[in-house]
């Protein structure tokens, strides 16, 4: 009877549903984290493309650098290479690289780690060519790695390869032996070793990726040699992706054989690690900001929870070519009117540090506030408003004549300080500030047509210059500047601090270019230095890095 | 010759409104009886009068403006909440709660006070309830009346575009279109239309795209409805007598369609209304919504969302709001309709 | 029949043409691309990189090509090595043309943002989650609308009426927004019955398809009273009546049967309402279905994947709505397809 057709649909749809529900993964768990992972699919693990802190997180555990930058300290140690030498004009670098480090794959058919053999049968080890490929790769203009303007200046030839004009030949890397690798750079600086700890720089194997092109990072063809291999990759929003230790690891001192055996990363919104953490299904979580007081009250919590250095700045940068920034007054006016302890305490909450350089001062050669107690942009309503009006008599205008927009991409925690700040600068220059917001793409695109934008930059690799060179703020990167913003003795002193060779010195140069940039002729406003905090379940051995990423193996786990 | 005209126009639809005059009152007066007698839809009547009367004197009944921040109170709540809500522990008890009795509903993360935004609130899920059925009906019935009085290939092009615009999954066809309005007017130049409407979108707080986006996917089960009742009032007596006197075509459908048809249409669009609401909210909730500081519902949960266990009031006390609206919404349109057509009730 | 079918095949090839012409358009008018980033793109690799993903050509010219990659299917012999711009969703061997021959079809392009994973992989994997999802929560608006109808018909103006219909309406009035994180919060965080978030288990998927589904038991619940309540006045159930049958077995064996037919035609566009608005839960519940994907490659400018979850979610949607209309035709014989 064909009526009878609707139950027969009904019961397919639950067989359908109980089918696809059940039929799904229930994987042993080891360590299930989210921090710093994220809500989104990670979008990349491919050394040379990876732009973003989940996915640098996985590739620092997947792979290793020539150097491995010591998570608390934030010091180059030796990763891959056992050690270097420098030439005499500090340009040349020679590193010894591991020769009994093999590629390895997870194997889900044998459920073991795999060692990797060529074609010829023979077991495949990491070498200096494949250092040279990789670092060549992440050079190359084909493959248009995002974060090419880091990479670009360091290796003599490698700008020129990078913008189509050299050739890769010409990039001053070579392959002396299998266990030998010879890097010239550009300029000599006491900054370059943390350059080798970059994820761009790791190992690549090429006749994998020569194979697989773009599909080479997929767990069933991927090729790794760090302290985890990949196991499986559950993609999208709310997905995971599972490590297993790779047991082929030559344990070293900076880079331990792992002690435990899977570390699963899950892709949550913070509001739901915390959920889960609390409903005992994840051993590390994130915690919202809206969450903190309730944390820190409770007893079970609040021993679970710690605060560690963040590695980002978070800041408004002021367009200096529209009016009233176009005069430094009214750029400084603006960044002192800004209240930045009620940002950080009443706002944020997690003991985030309210910025008064634009570097982070955990960076090596920073600045910081008890070497410079006078220095940088401090809040002051009251020198605030007696400037604005200073300028204001000067120009012969009043704080109405302005109607200034505040821009940035849609966020609830940009929106909720941009609307703290926008009553601090109402109630303190009695300007009236409009916010307008853009998703991210049509952001980068237009944050330049706006009064004043915000903005972040968090290290690529842990040195100050990272902050004053490549943020933009050198008129090398110009273009790249949405401020529109330039000084030549900012210039003269950035460029100074990265050749000089100590460390006090550099620390000295940039403390002048901090005062340049933030308050005599100010681009930005620093507002805070952002913090990492998370809860840990008992029983988990844990280090605290200080660089954002954690390495994993260094952790154990007793319960 | 337009004299006469005019003067026989005058007379036909003088008849004709009488008819309806008397059709329609025996109908709505028996619907209005009927309606009466629900009681449910009589109290979502009510709510939605309070609701009006709470969006009209927002500035008499708020007790703080909406965008004033008081940052030192954020998140701060009355004692009763934290006996409401047994999980929000008081400071002075060992919690995290601050309590402070200024607010009847507690402080948001900036400190603003929660029932003066929900009582602004009301304005943006008013005036999109309102402007998104009046959008709709005015595209819709202009499409229908058009397409089903004229028929032919004219009926047959704009209604597959209709079909067109049915393809379109509803809320990512709106995503994509606020995207579209929102974004693209980010550059133009002063002086063209792009910037003007994104100017005009500013200065309204962002709601003038919603409608526009909303309107935008929600006008073809009137064009639709409409067409078809079009087709059947074109074969009837009073239009065939306006036609052989010689009334134009525009004439014909505003003078003498229109007014015979718009009576069940305005029903049926009343049905929709919670949907707009709802999609207004989801619009804020998604980010897409009004412009901060500007108070929505669907922004206020979706921020009071994200501290849910901590401050379950931030996000339940909107969320009550866009319910009981909603609520009041679905009970009136519900009784009207039963009221309108006996026969769904099943009474007789 | 058939011919109906072919026509409203052909006619649904127009509407997904037409649909993804106005996306393209639409999207391609916004400012920003899928290749900004914080850290600026040097211009070279800009350029590279919109000559290797097909960007660089006038916008006719890459909606064309955009167009061709997915319709044109390919016979052919030749050594195949898939890459990010050459992954098939249909590759059928065709032995009898030759042993390595494949018709290959439907090449939807990479996710320009991402650059390691092409529409087609999104496709297989994150679509079908949202497809359980859809059917979950399809399952609990059925559960609940179809017996609260019924009760409601059987006891028309009773307190069960009102109470099942206000229950309704309760449903219908509680946006997803509300329902989704409420329920998160008291079955996963304060009761903690039931997971709060995540895909994979039968418990895992209660909350967020009872969120989705509890809305649209709403519109069952109407439509299944009312058309009892039509079909119970009708002769064939009174002459039943009349034959001294059980009020239970009038209702169950004849009135029941023919008042589902209704129901069973909104079940197909309801299905593809499930599906495709499962964005919110998806996100509440932190499941990985394609739902996310759409809203962040709008703001990414991921145009190849917005056009293809576009294309996607449209095409269900009007194949939906013919199975319907064909499935009307054969239930009720007094319906003709025209």
Not at chain 1, 342 to 369: H, M
Not at chain 1, 388 to 411: C, I, M, P, Q, R
Not at chain 2, 43 to 63: Q, S, V, Y
Request: one cysteine or more; aromatic letters at 12%; hydrophobic letters at 45%.
């Amino acid at each position: 009877m064909k009526k009878g057709l609707f139950f027969v649909l009904l019961l397919a749809l639950f067989v359908a549903l109980i089918g696809g529900v059940v039929g799904a993964q229930d994987e042993p768990k080891v360590l299930v984290t989210g921090r710093q992972m994220g809500s989104s699919d990670i979008p990349t693990i491919d050394p040379a493309l990876a732009e973003d802190v989940p996915s640098v997180q996985v590739i620092d555990e997947l792979f290793v650098g020539l150097v491995r930058i010591n998570e608390e300290t934030a010091a180059a140690e030796p990763g891959m290479a056992t050690g270097w030498t420098v030439s005499d004009d500090g340009l040349t670098y020679t590193f010894s690289i591991r020769p009994d480090v093999p590629w390895v794959r997870y194997n889900a058919g044998s459920g073991a780690v795999e060692q990797l053999t060529d074609a010829d049968g023979n077991p495949m080890f990491v070498t200096a060519q494949d250092f040279a490929y990789g670092i060549l790769r992440a050079l190359s203009p084909e493959t248009a790695s995002p974060y090419l303007y880091v990479y670009q200046p360091w290796i003599a030839g490698g700008l020129a390869y990078a913008s189509g004009e050299g050739a890769m030949e010409d990039v001053a890397i070579r392959a002396v032996d299998a266990t030998t690798l010879e890097v010239t750079m550009a300029r000599a600086s006491s900054v370059t070793p943390l350059i080798f700890g970059m994820w761009g720089f790791m190992a690549q194997p090429q006749s994998i990726i020569d194979e697989y092109a773009e599909f080479w990072i997929d767990p069933e063809n991927i090729a790794t040699y760090g302290p985890f291999a990949l196991k499986e990759w559950v993609r999208g929003d709310g997905g995971s992706l599972t490590m297993i230790k790779n047991p082929l690891w030559p344990g070293t001192d900076a880079v331990p054989s792992s002690s435990i055996d899977e570390v699963q990363f899950v892709f949550l919104d913070e509001t739901v690690q915390l959920t889960n953490f609390e409903a005992g299904t994840l051993d590390v979580s994130e915690v919202p900001g809206t969450e903190i007081d309730r944390v820190r009250a409770s007893a079970e919590l609040s021993a679970a929870y710690a605060v560690s250095p963040g590695t980002c700045t978070y800041y408004y940068g002021f367009n200096v070519e529209r009016e009233p920034f176009t005069d430094a007054r009214a750029r400084l006016a603006f960044s002192m009117a800004i209240d930045r302890a009620a940002i950080t305490e009443d706002v944020l909450g997690a003991g985030e540090i309210p910025a008064n350089f634009f570097a982070l001062p955990s960076l090596n050669a920073a600045p910081v506030l008890a070497q410079f107690p006078e220095g940088g942009v401090f809040s002051d309503a009251a020198a605030a408003s007696a400037l604005w009006e200073e300028y204001l008599t000067d120009v012969g205008k009043s704080a109405s004549d302005f109607n200034l927009t505040l821009f940035h991409n849609e966020n609830t925690l940009h929106s909720t300080i941009a609307q703290a700040i926008q009553q601090m600068w109402s109630e303190t220059l009695g300007v009236t500030v409009q916010i307008a917001t853009a998703d991210f793409a049509t952001y980068l695109d237009t944050r330049g047509n706006y009064d004043v934008y915000r903005a972040g930059w968090c290290y690529d690799y842990p040195d100050a210059h990272n902050f004053y060179y490549d943020a933009g703020f050198h008129s090398d990167l110009i273009e790249e500047n949405d401020t529109h913003w330039t000084n030549s003795d900012y210039d003269a002193l950035i460029d100074q601090g990265f050749a000089a060779p100590t460390v006090e010195e550099r620390i000295n140069l940039y403390a002048q270019a901090e005062q340049i940039l933030v308050h005599d002729d100010p681009a930005m406003a620093p507002i805070y230095y952002y913090v990492t905090d998370d809860l840990t379940a008992p029983g988990i051995t844990r280090t605290y890095s200080n660089i954002t990423r954690e390495h994993y193996e260094k952790w154990d786990i007793n319960r | 010759m337009a004299v006469v005209e005019g003067n026989r126009d005058l007379q036909s639809s003088d008849v004709v409104k009488l008819e309806t005059h008397i059709k329609g009152e025996s109908l709505w007066a028996s619907a209005g009886k009927r309606l009466l007698r629900n009681r449910l839809a009589v109290l979502g009547g009510i709510i939605i009068i309070l609701t009006i009367l709470l969006a009209i004197f927002a500035d008499a009944i708020a007790i703080k403006p909406y965008f004033e921040t008081d940052l030192p109170s954020g998140d701060s709540a009355p004692y009763w909440v934290t006996q409401v809500f047994t999980s929000m522990v008081p400071v002075e008890n060992g919690g995290y709660v601050k309590i402070n009795n200024d607010y009847p509903l507690g402080a948001d993360k900036l400190g603003r006070d929660i029932f003066s935004r929900i009582v602004y609130g009301t304005r943006i899920s008013l005036a999109v309830a309102l402007v998104g059925p009046i959008l709709a009906l005015a595209v819709g019935v202009g499409w229908g009346l058009v397409a089903g009085y004229f028929g032919g290939w004219i009926d047959n092009t704009m209604m597959r575009i209709v079909d067109i615009m049915y393809a379109f999954p509803t809320l990512l066809f709106i995503i994509l279109l606020m995207t579209f309005f929102r974004f693209s007017t980010a550059t133009p130049e002063p002086g063209s239309f792009a910037y003007a409407m994104g100017q005009l979108d500013k200065s309204m707080g962002g709601l003038l795209f919603i409608f526009v986006g909303i309107g935008l996917t929600s006008w073809m089960q009137m064009a639709r409805l409409v067409r078809g009742q079009v087709l059947s009032a074109r074969e009837k007596e009073y239009v065939e007598s306006a036609k052989s006197m010689g009334a134009t075509t525009p004439r014909i459908m505003w003078q003498h369609i229109l007014p015979n048809i718009m009576g069940p249409l305005i029903v049926a669009e009343t049905l929709t209304i919670p949907q707009y609401i709802s999609y207004e909210a989801f619009l804020s909730f998604i980010g897409l919504g009004v412009q901060v500081p500007t108070p929505s519902w669907g922004s206020m949960i979706s921020e009071g969302s994200r501290a849910v266990s901590s401050y379950p009031n931030q996000a339940i006390f909107p969320a009550l709001a866009l319910f009981v609206v909603m609520f009041a919404f679905n009970f009136l349109g519900d009784g009207l309709r039963d009221a309108l057509d006996p026969r769904m009730r099943g009474v007789e | 029949m058939a011919v109906f079918i072919i026509r409203r095949l052909l006619w649904m090839m127009l509407v997904l043409l037409v649909v993804s012409a106005i996306t393209f358009i639409l999207l391609r008018s916004v400012p920003g691309g899928p290749f900004n980033t914080e850290r600026g793109v040097p211009e070279p690799v800009q350029r590279s990189l919109e000559e290797k993903f097909n960007l660089s050509a006038p916008l006719p010219e890459q909606y064309l090509k955009y167009l061709t990659d997915i319709t044109i299917p390919r016979i052919t012999g030749e050594e195949f090595r898939r890459s990010l711009t050459n992954d098939y969703l249909i590759n059928m061997p065709l032995p009898f043309l030759g042993e390595k021959t494949y018709l290959r079809w439907m090449n939807f392009g990479p996710s320009l943002r991402v650059r390691s994973r092409t529409v087609n992989q999104l496709f297989l994997e994150n679509l079908p989650i949202s497809f359980q999802l859809g059917i979950a929560a399809l399952v609990v608006a059925v559960a609940i609308g179809v017996p609260s109808g019924v009760v409601a018909a059987l006891n028309r103006n009773s307190w069960l009426d009102y109470l099942s219909m206000g229950i309704a309406i309760t449903g219908v009035s509680v946006s997803i927004i509300v329902s989704a994180p409420l329920l998160q919060y008291l079955f996963g965080v304060q009761w903690k019955l039931l997971p709060a978030s995540g895909w994979g288990t039968l418990q895992q998927a209660i909350l967020p398809s009872f969120a989705l589904g509890f809305t649209y038991s709403a519109l069952l619940a109407r439509l299944t009273r009312a058309s009892l309540l039509q079909v119970m006045t009708e002769d064939y159930v009174r002459t039943a009546r009349a034959k001294g049958l059980s009020e239970r077995v009038v209702v169950i064996i004849h009135a029941l049967k023919n008042a589902l037919i209704p129901v069973v035609t909104v079940i197909g566009p309801l299905f593809a309402l499930l599906v495709t608005g499962t964005f919110v839960a998806e996100t509440i519940f932190a499941i990985p279905g394609m739902g996310r994907y759409f809203v962040t490659s709008v703001t990414n400018r991921d145009f190849t994947v917005v056009m293809g979850t576009i294309l996607l979610y449209a095409g269900f949607l009007v194949l939906a709505n013919m199975v319907v209309d064909i499935l009307y035709a054969w239930l009720d014989p007094r319906i003709r397809l025209s």
